[in-house]
């Protein structure tokens, strides 16, 4: 029972049946703050316990200062965690070791187990081998079987294994919008000493996707696995109070435009803004105009713009969502109640207390898409052939935006064929008219087209030609509004005679199945068949790089020039190397967007000017003749989706197909690990460790494995898709006896160390500035030396007990919540990360695998300070210290020379700094529950 030391223990009556809360207004201050930080004083209070959680951490957030930085430490207990397979299968192999860990220290195995809920939902080992065929969702899904049923088992080994442990089986949906459907509570209710409590539904997820679940007023963010295991065992999050940002909207959209559109005019107005490690919060007149699923939409792809969470307060809106999807009438009443006692409900002339405040008019929002590597890089359709032009011109980033149009500049992370003259040209600022006239032309791009034949007849496929255009993702599909605009565009292109060109590869996966019922009831489905977008699964596929195979006879003709070929997806991430290896521009696009490109076949075609294709009278097609209006898509969806169509969608969630419940399971508490496995093996994250920690040293003699630039994303460190038969990863499996028809990828064997760690920075794309020129995971380990994997090098150096750093620039760790980033880290021997600047949750995970965080000072990076990787680190300061210091120096020794760098510890809360001299999270958690 928790302290209760501002007697804020109440009850609520709900239609009979009453519940414990925790008042809000018994906390001085709590009505200016903004939704977030009312959730997070709830918890506060709940769980105060005079402990972990104190009287002063909810004086903190009562008393939250918007103006001031985030400073103030608090002990955050989520009501569940959410996770997908790829993650959920090494956070389950973490557990497992727990155990076996446990016991060897002569402790008792039963206390690794979840504490609060864990839900696991299996999205993300599906792929789209087969595509534009009948069979197509079947044949997937005996492959993802097959691929995967060591995986499976040891799933289905945990679900009866550990308490509290739900798995949702394959083939079901995407974990965001199966939890934004079905899982989500709003309003969470548990007993606890007796008493049944209400209080708001939150989370964390391991997928940093899993904001998408603040569009129903639910706060839950992204965090490593490593994080979401020990939030599963008991250990609260040690968080710092942020700082909250209000996004004011104001208007609506206007006809023709689309939720895709808008979240990547936010995810452009939020990058620029600086809301990394921030919480945003959408309030104002505006926000009744945004439809739920929109909702969503803006808060899933938050990790795009760097922030926390990005969430809407509880309204109308939400009833009414919840009321489509099946919930009980009991709940939706509960919510309301809840929401409205608590102060909690959203009232548009009330504006809170925020840190900042960012304005849209929802009018002045257009057609767009982003890319061709970054989701902020938006760039407007009416302007994207220009832009794809000035790419392939081998212009910078910078420059082709400003040839695309756009008032702001991107990066010049793209790679020039003359850095020098465009460098200057960029000094100069030279207008745009420089680079194209008021045409659009004038840039010289390199065409050099190969022939191709399908199905007997010859085409040209050339540079900026499209190959893949996938709808996927739960960030578009979860939304009924593009998904039936997609399928009414469709309808109209077939009937005016229109197809996919031939060497586009077209695939349909959405986040559910209801999405495919509303479609099938609409009538839509057999339209989206006929042009190529029939069912290939539920599940990420493409967004995630499971784009399978291009058409063969595609793949043979990009090798053979090294062809600059695109995809578009209606996904939340572009990053290099991810979607394909054959693919280098990846562009985000709204469903009805990616049809029309498909039509197109090409980013040099301007949708808004150029016919799409031809009709069956022989007259020219255009964008506008086939985009369905917004009456039609409401009109479409009003009359095509009902309750009642979740409800049955969602009546066996836990049940699965013949595959699934055919499988056999080992029984028992302790898991049989098989040294024959490929996918599961048991990690040695806690191989010789002792009851009591071991004392913090200086990181002495360090050598630099990476010197990296910037945005390098956790996609760059530890990749999700192919492996290639070359790489270290792939020499291990064929040494092991996996042929490579069966290597599957890298997010289906997190469970084995021994092919992540052989993975690690082995991105195709990754460019390590030791080896200038080269892309690839490869280094050196002196200028004159050869290069070689960083496996290879990262091998030799541990061998001879040298420690080794990654150098790295801004935005380092942005992207995907993946653990193994940090544990790959690690595991290659790496002891600190030097950065510009860290993204959130890779920072979180690298102190949580031991791995030391440190960044420059203001105004310095690797190239202002003439470092070229090859020279010698210490990092002092360390050995003794306590607590830790929060500025660290760097000794840099090279060719005899010596000079010292200050650089800052981010080590931010006290609890941080224990995991870290725990060595890791995992083992600080291990520890606490010994002695408990």
Not at 624 to 641: C, F, G, M
Not at 707 to 712: I, K, R, T, Y
Not at 798 to 807: D, F, H, R, S
């Amino acid at each position: 029972m928790s302290s209760n030391s501002f007697d804020a223990r109440s009850e609520l009556t709900v239609d009979g049946e009453s519940y414990q809360i925790y008042r809000l207004d018994k906390v001085p201050g709590s009505a200016r703050l903004p939704y977030s930080l009312k959730v997070l004083l709830e918890n506060l209070l709940r769980n105060e316990d005079g402990l972990l959680v104190t009287a002063e951490q909810v004086r903190a957030v009562g008393e939250w200062d918007p103006g001031a930085e985030a400073s103030k430490e608090i002990q955050y207990t989520p009501a569940r965690v959410l996770m997908q397979d790829f993650t959920g299968v090494p956070c389950v192999v973490d557990l497992v070791a727990m155990r076996d860990a446990m016991a060897e220290l002569g402790g008792d195995p039963a206390k690794i187990n979840p504490l609060i809920p864990g839900e696991l939902v299996i999205d993300h080992s599906v792929i789209a081998d087969v595509f534009n065929r009948p069979d197509a969702v079947s044949k997937n899904s005996q492959f993802e079987f097959q691929r995967n049923q060591e995986r499976y088992q040891l799933l289905r080994w945990a679900q009866q294994s550990f308490a509290d442990f739900l798995v949702v089986p394959p083939d079901t949906g995407i974990c965001h919008q199966v939890n934004l459907e079905y899982l989500s509570r709003v309003v969470f209710t548990r007993e606890r000493d007796g008493v049944k409590q209400a209080y708001p539904d939150t989370l964390v997820g391991t997928d940093s996707h899993t904001p998408m679940v603040n569009g129903l007023g639910v706060l839950g963010w992204g965090v490593g696995g490593i994080e979401a295991e020990a939030a599963m065992l008991g250990q609260p999050m040690s968080m710092l109070v942020p700082q909250v940002v209000g996004f004011k909207l104001t208007g609506e959209l206007p006809e023709g435009t689309t939720a895709t559109d808008l979240v990547l005019t936010v995810a452009e107005l939020l990058r620029k803004t600086r809301v990394v490690g921030k919480f945003v919060e959408f309030f104002g007149p505006g926000v009744a105009n945004v439809p739920l699923a929109n909702r969503a939409t803006l808060g899933n792809m938050s990790p795009e713009y760097g922030s926390t969470c990005a969430i809407f307060p509880i309204d109308a809106e939400t009833l009414d969502y919840m009321r489509l999807t099946g919930r009980s009438e009991h709940q939706i009443q509960l919510v309301e109640a809840y929401a409205k006692e608590q102060g909690m409900w959203h009232h548009p002339e009330h504006t809170p207390d925020y840190s900042q405040v960012v304005e849209l008019d929802l009018s002045t929002v257009e057609s767009s898409i982003a890319g061709p590597k970054r989701p902020q890089d938006r760039i407007p359709l009416r302007s994207a052939a220009r832009a794809v032009r000035g790419l392939l011109a081998g212009e910078s980033q910078e420059v082709a935006v400003m040839a695309g149009g756009l008032d702001d500049a991107g990066d010049e992370s793209f790679p020039a064929s003359d850095p020098v003259a465009i460098s200057a040209r960029i000094q100069r600022d030279e207008p745009p008219h420089q680079y194209l006239d008021d045409a659009g032309e004038g840039l010289e791009w390199p065409s050099d087209p190969v022939e191709i034949v399908l199905d007997g007849v010859k085409h040209n496929l050339d540079h900026g030609d499209i190959v893949i255009a996938a709808i996927t993702s739960c960030t578009n599909t979860s939304n009924p509004s593009v998904m039936i605009g997609a399928g009414l565009l469709a309808k109209k292109a077939v009937e005016l005679g229109l197809d996919r060109k031939p060497w586009v590869k077209t695939t349909l996966a959405p986040g559910s199945r209801v999405v495919t019922d509303y479609l099938d009831r609409a009538g839509l489905s057999p339209y989206l068949d006929k042009i190529g977008f029939s069912l290939v699964g539920y599940g990420c596929t493409t967004c995630i790089g499971n784009s399978g195979p291009l058409i063969p006879e595609v793949s043979a003709g990009v090798n053979s020039k090294d062809l600059n070929v695109s995809a578009v997806l209606s996904g939340n991430r572009n990053f290099e190397g991810r979607i394909h290896p054959e693919v280098k521009m990846n562009f985000l696009a709204s469903p009805p967007l990616v049809i029309a490109y498909a039509l197109a076949g090409s980013m040099h075609v301007d949708l808004l000017k150029e016919p799409l294709g031809t009709s069956s009278s022989g007259e020219p097609v255009f964008l506008k003749d086939i985009w369905p209006t917004t009456a039609e898509i409401k009109s479409v969806v009003n009359a095509s989706l009902e309750a009642q169509m979740f409800t049955d969608g969602y009546a066996d969630v836990y049940h699965g197909d013949e595959n699934w419940r055919g499988m056999e399971v080992p029984e028992g508490d302790m898991f049989a690990w098989s040294d024959e496995s490929t996918y599961v093996r048991k990690p040695p994250y806690f191989d010789g460790m002792g009851r009591e920690s071991e004392p913090v040293q200086d990181i002495v003699g360090a050598r630099v494995l990476a010197l990296l630039g910037d945005s390098v994303t956790t996609d760059h460190i530890s990749p999700a898709g192919n492996i290639k038969k070359s790489s270290p990863a792939g020499q291990y499996l064929q040494a092991n006896g996996v042929a490579q028809a069966d290597f599957n990828s890298y997010g289906s064997r997190r469970g084995n160390h021994n092919v992540m760690i052989r993975g690690t920075f082995a991105n195709i794309r990754l460019r390590n500035q030791l080896v200038p020129g080269v892309e690839g995971g490869f280094t050196k380990r002196s200028p004159n030396g050869d290069t070689e994997t960083i496996f290879e090098a990262s091998n030799t150096f541990q061998a001879e007990g040298t420690p080794l750093v990654v150098i790295a620039g801004t935005d380092y760790g942005s992207g995907s919540s993946r653990d193994w980033a940090a544990k790959g880290t690690m595991l290659l021997g790496v002891k600190a990360v030097i950065a510009v600047s860290f993204e959130r949750i890779h920072r979180s995970n690298l102190i949580g695998m031991g791995v030391l965080p440190l960044e420059f000072k203001e105004g310095e990076t690797a190239e202002s300070l003439g470092l070229t990787g090859f020279e010698t680190y210490s990092i002092t300061g360390l050995a003794g210290a306590n607590p830790l210091p929060r500025e660290v120096t760097v000794r840099i020794e090279s060719e005899g020379e010596t000079r010292e760098v200050a650089t800052r510890l981010r080590i931010d809360t006290p609890a941080e700094e224990a995991y870290y001299v725990h060595g890791g999270i995992l083992q600080y958690v291990l520890r606490q529950l010994l002695e408990a």
